[in-house]
């Protein structure tokens, strides 16, 4: 199921650059992670972490004060 799931959403990604799958695979994953199970109501990151991840736009800019990492400003960068 996680094979097919994920195919889905790499298809409707890369449907116009097939052969580039590997560049929105961060992406793919990240929905996958996001979207709640069916059967209790909660996505896999919130079972793992016991909360929802945080969304793009809490990559904005914090300021002076806050800093965040070189992977983070890159993958808000690829969303």
Do not use: C
């Not at 094979?3 to 889905?8: F, I």
């Not at 097939?18 to 996958?32: G, I, M, R, S, T």
């Amino acid at each position: 199921m996680v094979n097919r799931s994920l195919g889905n959403i790499l298809r409707s990604l890369v449907y116009k650059n097939p052969k580039q799958w590997d560049l929105e695979l961060a992406q793919a994953e990240f929905a996958y992670n996001d979207t709640p199970n069916r059967s209790i109501g909660m996505s896999r990151f919130h079972i793992v972490f016991g909360m929802n991840p945080r969304g793009v736009y809490e990559f904005r800019n914090l300021g002076k004060h806050e800093t965040r990492s070189a992977k983070s400003k890159e993958f808000a960068e690829q969303m």
